[in-house]
């Protein structure tokens, strides 16, 4: 168990809909990370957010947003779901900001779009 | 630009046998971070090792051992004496200096048969 949790684990949902995730990282941890796990485009980096403030930005969709709120929990919001949008969400988090700090992965949120 | 190539999609052993990982990366940093991370079957993704391009000491942990070589940009990862457990998908990553996003291959699946 890594200390990062990620709910729902699973979520099912129609074409143009909107979803939110939620992460709780590590007790202690400042940064925080999402990832996307598709068959096509395997992990890829979406966003970075450092103590409330987005760090660095991957490639994310702009029907994709996100936030960390003052008590450091994070929410991935996806809007208008398109088929291709089905994926493992990943959210990591570490303890600084900077490529020196290990990040510890949450289980995943698997959505399905339908 | 960054990237991570793992030749190997798939291995197949049996247990007791030795394993090695391949991993060759790219990248234009001259200080950047290589991790390894596995994902079992059940779809978290577990920390195993970062290593920094200032340190080419190999690394053992347990059955675990690293092997990082600048000269040939590669960062192999070898299982001695596999076990049925250690099944799993196993991916390498970078992470420059400027940034703190993870770059995945496309993982290795190694499966050990009893």
């Known amino acids: 168990d890594s200390g990062v949790t990620q709910t729902p684990k699973h979520l099912i949902t129609a074409t143009g809909q909107r979803v939110t995730l939620r992460c709780s990282p590590r007790s202690g941890d400042l940064s925080v990370y999402w990832y996307q796990q598709s068959l096509d485009q395997g992990l890829q980096f979406l966003i970075q957010?450092?103590?409330?403030?987005?760090?660095a930005k991957g490639n994310i969709l702009e029907r994709f947003s996100a936030q960390q709120f003052p008590d450091l929990h994070s929410e991935l919001n996806l809007s208008s779901l398109e088929l291709g949008d089905s994926a493992l969400y990943f959210c990591?988090?570490?303890?600084?900001?900077?490529?020196?700090?290990?990040?510890?992965f949450g289980p995943g949120t698997r959505l399905t779009v339908t | 630009a960054q990237k991570v190539t793992q030749a190997q999609t798939e291995i197949s052993v049996v247990e007791k046998e030795d394993v090695t990982l391949d991993c060759v990366y790219e990248?234009?940093?001259?200080?950047?971070?290589l991790f390894w991370y596995k994902q079992p079957p059940s779809g978290e993704l577990v920390f195993l090792i970062r290593?920094?391009?200032?340190?080419?000491q190999n690394e053992i942990s347990g059955r675990y051992s690293w092997n990082f070589q600048k000269s040939t940009s590669s960062f192999n990862f070898t299982i001695t004496a596999s076990q049925v457990v250690d099944s799993a998908v196993y991916f390498c990553?970078?992470?420059?200096?400027?940034?703190?996003?993870?770059?995945f291959g496309t993982g290795t699946r190694l499966q050990v048969f009893p």
């Open positions: 990591a988090s570490s303890v600084g900001a900077g490529p020196a700090y290990e990040q510890y």
């Open positions: 957010y450092y103590n409330g403030e987005e760090r």
């Open positions: 990248t234009r940093d001259t200080t950047y971070y």
């Open positions: 990553a970078l992470s420059g200096a400027n940034t703190d996003k993870l770059i």
């Open positions: 290593r920094n391009s200032f340190d080419e």
